[in-house]
């Protein structure tokens, strides 16, 4: 049976919700993430609409460099309780039309619809899939289709907001090739820097760079990313039947030892954890701290806690507390993520305060 995945992206997520619960905001310019203080706040853009986009305001920007690119803009905290409650019907609605389902975030998710049996089939579930979306939900969704998850996360990209792009199997090269390399899954900046020391701007230069040339550049990781400039993933679309944990990472634009930066960020990300467990009625035991520094080098750190807690401060205070170790480094640091497991579910729930 023929491959067929669908890569479903909500568009300009946490904004479109704003907007659909204040019509007033509709087609105006919303940043949602840390406050600017007109200029002087610390944290970062959690996401922006397409018409802060046309400002030049991007997701995981400094929220102060936003507000100097788009002082009159809209800027909300973040609302993750109505963002989950949206997302939860969104992917509801995506469970009933797939194989199998993977929801990748908040805001997307995979499906496997080979069983369609071809790709104008599948096309049609996408359009499907849009209109009750939008309808239910008063958001809009871009799909992308194609033979595998890669291909299919670059194609829901192609067209936004509120796309479909159909990628067919022996179109794949013809459609990835012309393309940046950033558009990669794994592909940041500094990673695009590194190839573009060996001339290597395309995803066609990549896909036929020379391998040994490309290993001394990137290590192990040059096989990975070739394989994906040639349209090949065989990874599956896998169905997670039990929630074991809830985390958030975030890419930083540029590689930063700003202590304040580091700890905004992860204030943030303990933020959009806190939601998840009210959203779940959940508690945790381990609070995990992930490090990724320039070169890649990747470290965890965990704590777990005596009884099960549900209440952001004590993430806050955990993940704080193990990224010290990393901070007195002085190293610059790509990405940071934070995850809490051990999860037990029930309204019955444990501050800090009880132990």
């Known amino acids: 049976m023929e ?13 479109s919700c704003e907007q659909r619960e204040n019509p007033a905001l509709k087609d105006k310019p919303v940043i ?30 400094p929220i102060s460099r936003a507000f100097r690119l ?33 929801q990748a975030g908040i805001d997307e998710a995979f499906l496997d619809v080979s069983s369609s049996g071809s790709y104008g089939k599948a096309a049609k579930i996408a359009n ?21 998850r890669a291909v299919a996360k670059i194609a829901s990209d192609e067209n936004k907001p509120d796309g479909l792009t159909v990628v067919k199997p022996g179109k794949v090269r013809e459609f990835l090739y012309p393309k940046s390399v950033r558009k990669l899954w794994g592909v940041g900046p500094k990673t695009e820097t590194l190839l573009n020391q060996l001339d290597i701007k395309t995803i066609k230069d990549l896909a036929e760079a020379d391998t040994k040339k490309l290993k001394g550049k990137l290590g192990n990781m040059a096989e990975f990313f070739q394989f994906l400039a040639n349209g090949i993933d065989e990874s599956p679309v896998e169905e997670v039947h039990e929630i074991k944990s809830f985390n958030r990472e975030h890419t930083f634009e540029e590689d930063t030892d700003r202590r304040a930066d580091i700890l905004s960020t992860i204030k943030t990300l303990v933020h959009d954890i806190g939601g998840q467990l009210k959203q779940n009625e959940a508690t945790f035991k381990t609070v995990t701290l992930k490090i990724r520094f320039s070169n890649f080098e990747t470290y965890t750190r965990a704590k777990s806690l005596p009884v099960n807690m ?10 704080n507390s193990l990224a010290e170790e990393f901070l007195k480094t002085g190293r610059k640091i790509r990405l940071v993520g934070v995850r809490v497991s051990n999860l037990k579910f029930g309204p019955t729930q444990k501050k800090l305060s009880d132990i």
Do not use: W
């Open 32 to 61: 949602v993430g840390a406050d600017p203080k007109q200029g002087s706040g610390r944290g970062v853009v959690s996401s922006a609409s397409y018409e802060a986009r046309k400002f030049g305001v991007k997701s995981a920007m």
């Open 310 to 319: 549900d209440d952001e401060k004590t993430i806050l205070r955990s993940a």
């Open 70 to 102: 788009c002082p009159d803009g809209f800027y909300i905290r973040p609302n993750f309780e109505l963002y989950e409650r949206i997302s939860a019907s969104v992917m509801e609605i995506l469970k009933k039309h797939a194989d199998k389902f993977q």
């Open 128 to 148: 499907g899939l849009k209109n009750e979306i939008r309808e239910k939900e008063r958001v809009t969704a871009s799909i992308g289709i194609a033979p595998n």
């Open 3 to 15: 491959r067929i995945i669908m890569h479903v992206d909500l568009d300009a997520f946490f904004p």
